[in-house]
């Protein structure tokens, strides 16, 4: 099955003039990096191209043809001197009062594409106005919007703004973060894991921003594992029901299990990752956590503690949690930690952490190999 870019014209690869006409080359602007990272996405990725555009009254009175076509096929010429040829061009004639069937947001132009030979569901419409959304939504597609704030077309949707959020997978008029996006796919996953002691739900995006919502019954704990989120700039979702009538261990064991499977699943084939990553400091103590997603579990742990507790957190169960990662996630970390407070101790070592999650986890667009000899992970 074939997977589609449906890509607007005026305002996504050419700059929309004030009257919303490029009917002259004195109008014409090509959208920055349109050329760079768009001959990208066409030499690199497996996308059908194809222009889809609304160009009111072309052929009447008010957008005579004549002085379409030369702009028009000069657009189309340059983008082919880039590598970047539409397979199909659709292009509108009517007006919005018109309400034609083949006006964006209708599909009345693409009903080829509703067949078994492609595959619209990872397919996406890229494109400067909330119509362009409204139409991936009609597809059962993915928009990508190229939001300048112009608010063009809002008075075109026939669904509520806040309906058509779901169907945004990037908000960007940024070419070069679109390539990015399109190449790398933002690196979700999800776990469920129910024992007779624990029932733990977790969340993962390694592309988030650092979102969190934890509720382990520890309060410390979640403090702990917010860092993670916070500090590795990605975003988790963390649930636990434990049997802490009994005591902590099941809680902290299994969360960190299922956290480390998450991680394992997640990474996935790992091309691009730079697989390994830090050090901090904080207030009076020194941590590093250097980590390896190399595929085998390991742990060093340097790290002496003279409390039992910290909050209601048994100092013994910090080792455990870091082993039970690892095992999880097939990582192999070295943690060291110095220091006179227990709480800062700890806490550097789960913002450093972090960090080295951070980086490890980081791609390279560019070179989107895998980094080992071995030739898996």
């Known amino acids: 099955m074939k997977r589609v870019l449906f890509i607007d014209r005026d305002g996504t690869l050419i700059k929309e003039p004030a ?6 080359f004195d109008k014409l602007e090509f959208y920055p990096k349109v050329f760079q990272y768009l001959s990208k996405i066409a030499s690199e990725l497996d996308f059908e191209i194809v222009m889809i ?3 009111d009254g072309l052929g009447t009175a008010v957008y005579p043809e004549h002085t379409f076509w030369p702009v028009h096929n000069f657009i189309l010429k340059t983008f082919e001197a880039e590598g970047v040829v539409f397979k199909e061009q659709f292009i509108d004639r009517t007006f919005a009062k018109d309400n034609a069937p083949t006006r964006k947001p209708n599909t009345g132009l693409l009903t080829k594409y509703f067949s078994s030979e492609y595959d619209l569901e990872n397919s996406f419409v890229i494109g400067d106005r909330l119509t362009d959304i409204e139409l991936a939504k009609n597809l059962g597609s993915k928009g990508i ?3 300048d704030h112009t608010n063009l077309g809002t008075d075109e949707i026939t669904v509520e703004r806040e309906a058509l959020n779901g ?4 908000e960007s008029n940024d070419w070069e973060a679109i390539y990015t996006f399109l190449k790398t796919d933002t690196r979700t996953g999800s776990i469920t894991r129910d024992t007779n002691e624990t029932k733990i739900r977790i969340d ?5 921003t650092g979102q969190s919502s934890i509720h382990t019954g520890i309060a410390f704990f979640d403090h702990m594992l917010d860092q993670i989120a916070r500090h590795g700039q990605l975003d988790l979702m963390i649930d636990v029901d434990g049997d802490l009538e009994v005591d902590e261990h099941h809680t902290i064991e299994d969360t960190a299990i299922a956290l480390g499977e998450v991680f394992a699943t997640t990474l996935g084939d790992k091309l691009g990752i730079e697989r390994y990553g830090f050090s901090l400091p904080m207030d009076d103590c020194f941590a590093q956590a250097a980590i390896d997603f190399g595929g085998r579990n390991w742990l060093v742990w340097e790290a002496d503690f003279k409390r ?5 957190m048994p100092t013994e169960m910090f080792f455990h949690f870091f082993k039970s990662f690892t095992d999880g996630a097939k990582c192999n970390m070295n943690i060291k930690a110095e220091g ?3 709480h800062h101790k700890i806490e550097a070592i789960f913002k450093a952490f972090a960090k080295a999650i951070k980086m490890a986890v980081k791609r390279d667009v560019e070179k989107m190999i895998l980094p080992s000899t071995k030739g898996m992970l």
Do not use: R, V
């Not at 009257?19 to 002259?24: L, M, V």
């Open 19 to 24: 009257d919303e006409q490029i009917d002259s």
């Open 308 to 312: 039992e507790m910290i909050g209601k």
């Open 167 to 170: 169907f945004i997978a990037l």
């Open 145 to 147: 919007f190229i939001n």
């Open 340 to 342: 006179t407070n227990e």
């Open 53 to 55: 555009t609304n160009q």
């Open 204 to 208: 993962l995006n390694l592309d988030g």
